[in-house]
């Protein structure tokens, strides 16, 4: 069997799609069965560049230590349990472990524990050495529905009423899920739905019954939920991107629902005058032009790549030069191939992650404008002013796009370089010097007078960039008093450092 | 600021039962472990890291390396149940190590084995030590054995330092090597200081060049400023080469550390005292106004180098009666700690969990709190002005006069933004 070898891996574990589902549920505590690494990713550092909570509350690790390991993670497991009853963590809550791919690696199955432990209690195996986080999300969802919905609803329970809708799919670590479900909510709405659950973003493991009550299911994305949608065997559509996929979905979804059409026109037509008038607007503005002259790439979620390529190809007229979806499929390139692409052609835009951004500095691609459009990445999507999907995301696309064209515009007309003369004024921050030669390695003296300087000149720079910034323009005052052949770094190398505009 | 909060609980008639640390340690406050290791080696120019390990991990870690470590593009195997069960590892490490050797400028590729692959059982004799020229490194970080990511950076550097430093090169006298992540500017002022003294800054490490590290080696002693380098200094003291602990800071710190490094580097005592008073006599200078006066903090990070914070806190004039870390004790902590206690500080956690920092928070009242982020969320929840230790005190200098002085303004500053920190409290939560 060959080895499959990853590039900056795009697609996290079971453990961590499952946990992310689980964990939106405020009335349910989650024991990972894990090292603290483990925990640590998902519970404190990634939640909160994806999803902007300081940490996940309602998960614990069993702290996998060198002798559970070899022994077993049993022991561990009963005293986080003990503790956590202790502390009353539990109290009100329903205990769900799960497991891990280093409790899997040495086969810690907790069912029959759990079982005597607390007939409430349930064990979750993620199956995380083998599963993606798209699959963990799905099974994850399958799971609360088997467990803790189904066996409460008589078996062809009918719908509550005709015009009820569930929303399935939104959970952390999904980006720009806030926006999106926005959009997604209104639009629903706007064709005479009523919201049933938002699962499992907005509902809790207690109301996982109420599921049956919906007549329709709108799945939010094509990554995962349609396992869940399928179970709960009512008809479903997926969330819709753009002018025209847009209003086929408020079609369809007005006839599934018994709306009169008449009212689903209406709110179309009401919606061509607001939310979409800026389309229409830049549409017939020159803005619309350069849509036809350049091209963009796409990488992101199947949801994401799907409607990018509807709406900016079809839509809109723009090239797709390519795309790459998660979960990735054969034909699509993978990391390396993207890499390469980037490298050797980069389209003017990039919808996509950090890793395409890394690989566009590789290079020092200033030309191409990065889009975020999906994890991994440090990203704040909180607010609803966001979305891709629905009229509102076709807007607001636009309009970030001509937004970057301006920019690239800004950045082609020329310019007089101003020079900054006085200490203490303009900020010497830039491009960054090059690395540390073999030879700029050692540390070389610096005068008093040079050292304060560098210092004033720190001050100047904005907080968060001092600390590259005071390495760069070491190194380049180094650099240069090296080229003049001092021993000492004087004032007038720092000088010519920020000058340089280092 | 606040004019004064009591240091105990309200009740001060009736001696107070001691602090006795959290009913349990449930949440452990560590970055994982092994993202130490990837900060530390993937910064080196020209480290192309191999990573062996799961999914998940690859996903956290790579996630994490990339907004904290370095712009750098990271290599793994793919090791699910059919790799792992049919004992592929070996050959999954070896296909990622020839895949690495590949890229552009490649000066060394760390292997960094994690938690399945350690126990799936990576053989290093049966790893390559090197691939077209191109040095091969194994360094074990499973996060079920190493406790903290700091310590996970020591183990990391060591693994490196072990294969470049050379043994046989000469020692050139009077020059220091750094040891710890600081300020960029402190080796400079640092450098700065030993150049009075006739001594000089031969390089800081964990170096961001192979060469800085092989430069270690030339030291005539280096300084562990941080104190959780255990193997990395061990790796030197090996080498003949001196060992100085602790670091430049605050009035006692500085002029101590100054005499140490004299000593070590065999300069000249009476230029050498005058130094040390002088850096003394300008920290007095600057403390006399004790701006922390009255103010009570609390520090809880986990770098591992929270100490050395609250030793210039308590010089400010702040009562700081705990301090929690993530790392564990050990002799290069013992100096601090014993300081620490003996000026107002009543306990020192190492191995923290956030129980610990919590009941902390029930048994003192702070006006300030340095910590973790869950720590700090939770005091910005009750509406005291809180700050995330790693992203805004590592960011600034820390040694001698003029890195106190300039930490103790940045302190003084936060502690008069409470007003702020009450409304918020005010506007969401009541």
Same mark, same amino acid.
């Given at each position: 069997?060959?080895?499959?070898?990853?590039?900056?891996?795009?697609?996290?574990?079971?453990?961590?799609?499952?946990?992310?589902?689980?964990?939106?549920?405020?009335?349910?505590?989650?024991?990972?069965?894990?090292?603290?690494?483990?925990?640590?990713?998902?519970?404190?550092?990634?939640?909160? &560049?994806?999803?902007?909570?300081?940490?996940?509350?309602?998960?614990?690790?069993? *702290?996998?230590?060198?002798?559970?390991?070899?022994?077993?993670?049993?022991?561990?497991?009963?005293?986080?349990?003990?503790?956590?009853?202790?502390?009353?963590?539990?109290?009100?809550?329903?205990?769900?472990?799960?497991?891990?791919?280093?409790?899997?690696?040495?086969?810690?199955?907790?069912?029959?524990?759990?079982?005597?432990?607390?007939?409430?209690?349930?064990?979750?195996?993620?199956?995380?050495?083998?599963?993606?986080?798209?699959?963990?999300?799905?099974?994850?969802?399958?799971?609360?529905?088997?467990?803790?919905?189904?066996?409460?609803?008589?078996?062809?329970?009918?719908?509550? $009423?005709? !015009?009820?809708?569930?929303?399935?799919?939104?959970?952390? #670590?999904?980006?720009?899920?806030?926006?999106?479900?926005?959009?997604?909510?209104?639009?629903?709405?706007?064709?005479?739905?009523?919201?049933?659950?938002?699962?499992?973003?907005?509902?809790?493991? $207690?109301?996982?019954?109420?599921?049956?009550?919906?007549?329709?299911?709108?799945?939010?994305?094509?990554?995962?939920?349609?396992?869940?949608?399928?179970?709960?065997?009512?008809?479903?559509?997926?969330?819709?991107?753009?002018?025209?996929?847009?209003?086929?979905?408020?079609?369809?979804?007005?006839?599934?629902?018994?709306?009169?059409?008449?009212?689903?026109?209406?709110?179309?037509?009401?919606?061509?005058?607001?939310?979409?008038?800026?389309?229409?607007?830049?549409?017939?503005?020159?803005?619309?032009?350069?849509?036809?002259?350049?091209?963009?790439?796409?990488?992101?979620?199947?949801?994401?790549?799907?409607?990018?390529?509807?709406?900016?190809?079809?839509?809109?007229?723009?090239?797709?030069?390519?795309?790459?979806?998660?979960?990735?499929?054969?034909?699509?390139?993978?990391?390396?191939?993207?890499?390469?692409?980037?490298?050797?052609?980069?389209?003017?835009?990039?919808?996509?992650?950090? !890793?395409?951004?890394?690989?566009?500095?590789?290079?020092?691609?200033?030309?191409?404008?990065?889009?975020?459009?999906?994890?991994?990445?440090?990203?704040?999507?909180?607010?609803?002013?966001?979305?891709?999907?629905?009229?509102?995301?076709?807007?607001?696309?636009?309009?970030?796009?001509?937004?970057?064209?301006?920019?690239?515009?800004?950045?082609?007309?020329?310019?007089?370089?101003?020079?900054?003369?006085?200490?203490?004024?303009?900020?010497?921050?830039?491009?960054?010097?090059?690395?540390?030669?073999?030879?700029?390695?050692?540390?070389?003296?610096?005068?008093?007078?040079?050292?304060?300087?560098?210092?004033?000149?720190?001050?100047?720079?904005?907080?968060?960039?001092?600390?590259?910034?005071?390495?760069?323009?070491?190194?380049?005052?180094?650099?240069?008093?090296?080229?003049?052949?001092?021993?000492?770094?004087?004032?007038?190398?720092?000088?010519?450092?920020?000058?340089?505009?280092? | 600021?606040?004019?004064?909060?009591?240091?105990?609980?309200?009740?001060?008639?009736?001696?107070?039962?001691?602090?006795?640390?959290? *009913?349990?340690?449930?949440?452990?406050?560590?970055?994982?472990?092994?993202?130490?290791?990837?900060?530390?080696?993937?910064?080196?120019?020209?480290?192309?890291?191999?990573?062996?390990?799961?999914?998940?991990?690859? &996903?956290?870690?790579?996630?994490?390396?990339?907004?904290? $470590?370095?712009?750098?593009?990271?290599?793994?195997?793919?090791?699910?149940?059919?790799?792992?069960?049919?004992?592929?590892?070996?050959?999954?490490?070896?296909?990622?190590?020839?895949?690495?050797?590949?890229?552009? !400028?490649?000066?060394?590729?760390?292997?960094?084995?994690?938690?399945?692959?350690?126990?799936?059982?990576?053989?290093?004799?049966?790893?390559?030590?090197?691939?077209?020229?191109?040095?091969?490194?194994?360094?074990?970080?499973?996060?079920?054995?190493?406790?903290?990511?700091?310590?996970?950076?020591?183990?990391?550097?060591?693994?490196?330092?072990?294969?470049?430093?050379?043994?046989?090169?000469?020692?050139?006298?009077?020059?220091?090597?750094?040891?710890?992540?600081?300020?960029?500017?402190?080796?400079?002022?640092?450098?700065?200081?030993?150049?009075?003294?006739?001594?000089?800054?031969?390089?800081?490490?964990?170096?961001?060049?192979?060469?800085?590290?092989?430069?270690?080696?030339?030291?005539?002693?280096?300084?562990?400023?941080?104190?959780?380098?255990?193997?990395?200094? #061990?790796?030197?003291?090996?080498?003949?080469?001196?060992?100085?602990?602790?670091?430049?800071?605050?009035?006692?710190?500085?002029?101590?550390?100054?005499?140490?490094?004299?000593?070590?580097?065999?300069?000249?005592?009476?230029?050498?005292?005058?130094?040390?008073?002088?850096?003394?006599?300008?920290?007095?200078?600057?403390?006399?106004?004790?701006?922390?006066?009255?103010?009570?903090?609390?520090?809880?990070?986990?770098?591992?180098?929270?100490?050395?914070?609250?030793?210039?806190?308590?010089?400010?004039?702040?009562?700081?009666?705990?301090?929690?870390?993530?790392?564990?004790?050990?002799?290069?902590?013992?100096?601090?700690?014993?300081?620490?206690?003996?000026?107002?500080?009543?306990?020192?956690?190492?191995?923290?969990?956030?129980?610990?920092?919590?009941?902390?928070?029930?048994?003192?009242?702070?006006?300030?709190?340095?910590?973790?982020?869950?720590?700090?969320?939770?005091?910005?929840?009750?509406?005291?002005?809180?700050?995330?230790?790693?992203?805004?005190?590592?960011?600034?200098?820390?040694?001698?006069?003029?890195?106190?002085?300039?930490?103790?303004?940045?302190?003084?500053?936060?502690?008069?933004?409470?007003?702020?920190?009450?409304?918020?409290?005010?506007?969401?939560?009541?």
């Amino acid at each position: 069997m060959s080895i499959t070898l990853i590039r900056d891996i795009s697609d996290s574990s079971s453990y961590w799609g499952a946990s992310w589902v689980f964990g939106c549920f405020p009335d349910i505590h989650i024991v990972c069965d894990a090292p603290i690494g483990c925990y640590n990713l998902l519970g404190m550092a990634i939640t909160d &560049y994806t999803d902007a909570l300081p940490h996940m509350a309602n998960l614990t690790p069993t *702290s996998i230590r060198e002798e559970d390991v070899i022994n077993g993670t049993t022991k561990a497991l009963q005293r986080t349990i003990d503790d956590l009853r202790g502390l009353g963590t539990l109290e009100g809550k329903r205990l769900l472990v799960i497991s891990t791919a280093e409790s899997e690696m040495i086969s810690a199955d907790h069912k029959q524990f759990l079982a005597q432990l607390d007939p409430e209690a349930r064990f979750f195996w993620s199956q995380s050495l083998d599963h993606d986080e798209w699959q963990g999300r799905e099974r994850a969802l399958l799971f609360a529905w088997e467990e803790y919905g189904k066996p409460l609803v008589p078996a062809n329970a009918a719908p509550k $009423a005709a !015009n009820l809708v569930n929303i399935i799919g939104p959970s952390l #670590g999904c980006f720009n899920a806030p926006a999106d479900l926005h959009e997604v909510k209104r639009l629903i709405t706007g064709v005479g739905g009523e919201l049933n659950l938002v699962y499992p973003y907005e509902a809790s493991l $207690a109301a996982t019954p109420k599921l049956a009550a919906a007549a329709v299911n709108v799945v939010l994305y094509r990554e995962f939920g349609t396992g869940l949608a399928e179970a709960l065997g009512r008809p479903y559509l997926f969330a819709p991107f753009g002018v025209f996929g847009t209003t086929e979905f408020l079609r369809e979804l007005g006839a599934l629902l018994g709306t009169p059409s008449d009212q689903v026109e209406a709110f179309i037509a009401a919606e061509k005058r607001t939310t979409l008038q800026a389309v229409w607007d830049l549409w017939r503005g020159p803005q619309s032009d350069w849509f036809a002259t350049v091209d963009c790439a796409v990488v992101a979620g199947r949801s994401y790549v799907e409607g990018l390529t509807q709406f900016l190809g079809n839509e809109l007229g723009m090239k797709i030069a390519w795309s790459s979806g998660r979960p990735r499929r054969e034909e699509e390139p993978d990391n390396s191939e993207i890499r390469r692409r980037l490298h050797t052609k980069p389209p003017a835009f990039i919808f996509g992650s950090i !890793n395409e951004k890394i690989y566009l500095a590789e290079t020092n691609a200033r030309m191409t404008q990065f889009i975020p459009a999906t994890f991994p990445g440090p990203v704040v999507r909180r607010t609803m002013g966001t979305p891709f999907m629905g009229y509102a995301g076709a807007a607001n696309i636009m309009q970030e796009l001509v937004n970057r064209f301006y920019d690239i515009v800004f950045n082609f007309l020329p310019v007089e370089q101003v020079k900054v003369e006085t200490a203490g004024h303009g900020p010497p921050a830039g491009p960054p010097a090059a690395a540390a030669s073999a030879a700029s390695a050692e540390t070389m003296a610096w005068s008093k007078e040079a050292t304060e300087r560098l210092d004033a000149a720190l001050e100047q720079v904005p907080f968060l960039a001092r600390i590259s910034a005071s390495r760069t323009l070491r190194l380049a005052a180094e650099e240069a008093a090296r080229v003049r052949g001092l021993r000492e770094v004087n004032v007038a190398m720092v000088e010519a450092a920020i000058a340089r505009g280092v | 600021m606040a004019e004064h909060t009591p240091p105990a609980p309200d009740d001060e008639l009736s001696a107070p039962e001691p602090f006795r640390g959290g *009913s349990c340690k449930l949440h452990p406050q560590t970055m994982c472990p092994a993202f130490g290791a990837l900060r530390v080696l993937s910064r080196i120019e020209g480290a192309q890291p191999a990573m062996v390990t799961d999914a998940g991990c690859l &996903y956290g870690l790579t996630f994490v390396s990339h907004f904290y $470590a370095a712009r750098k593009s990271i290599l793994a195997p793919q090791l699910g149940t059919a790799e792992l069960s049919s004992g592929q590892v070996q050959e999954a490490a070896q296909a990622v190590i020839a895949e690495a050797a590949k890229e552009q !400028n490649v000066s060394v590729i760390p292997v960094i084995s994690l938690c399945v692959a350690e126990t799936a059982g990576l053989a290093e004799e049966l790893l390559p030590t090197e691939v077209d020229g191109k040095p091969v490194v194994l360094v074990r970080v499973p996060a079920y054995a190493i406790h903290s990511h700091p310590e996970a950076k020591d183990i990391a550097l060591a693994a490196v330092m072990r294969r470049f430093v050379d043994a046989q090169v000469e020692a050139e006298p009077h020059t220091l090597a750094l040891l710890g992540e600081v300020f960029p500017a402190d080796p400079l002022i640092i450098d700065g200081l030993l150049r009075k003294m006739g001594g000089r800054v031969v390089t800081t490490l964990p170096g961001r060049h192979v060469d800085e590290l092989k430069l270690a080696g030339r030291a005539t002693a280096v300084a562990a400023l941080h104190p959780y380098y255990r193997e990395t200094v #061990g790796v030197l003291r090996e080498r003949g080469i001196g060992v100085v602990t602790g670091a430049p800071i605050g009035v006692e710190g500085s002029a101590a550390w100054i005499r140490a490094v004299g000593a070590a580097l065999d300069l000249d005592e009476e230029v050498v005292e005058q130094v040390a008073s002088a850096e003394e006599a300008a920290a007095r200078g600057f403390l006399a106004m004790q701006p922390l006066k009255g103010t009570t903090i609390m520090l809880s990070g986990y770098e591992g180098n929270e100490m050395l914070y609250a030793r210039l806190l308590i010089e400010g004039g702040a009562h700081v009666p705990y301090v929690s870390t993530s790392i564990g004790q050990s002799m290069l902590t013992a100096a601090d700690e014993a300081w620490l206690k003996a000026h107002g500080c009543e306990t020192v956690v190492y191995r923290k969990a956030i129980e610990d920092d919590m009941a902390a928070m029930e048994y003192w009242r702070f006006d300030l709190v340095i910590g973790t982020t869950t720590l700090a969320a939770h005091a910005k929840e009750l509406g005291i002005p809180a700050v995330y230790y790693t992203n805004i005190l590592s960011v600034r200098p820390l040694f001698l006069a003029g890195g106190m002085i300039a930490s103790l303004s940045f302190v003084r500053e936060l502690l008069g933004r409470k007003p702020l920190y009450e409304r918020m409290v005010d506007f969401f939560q009541r």
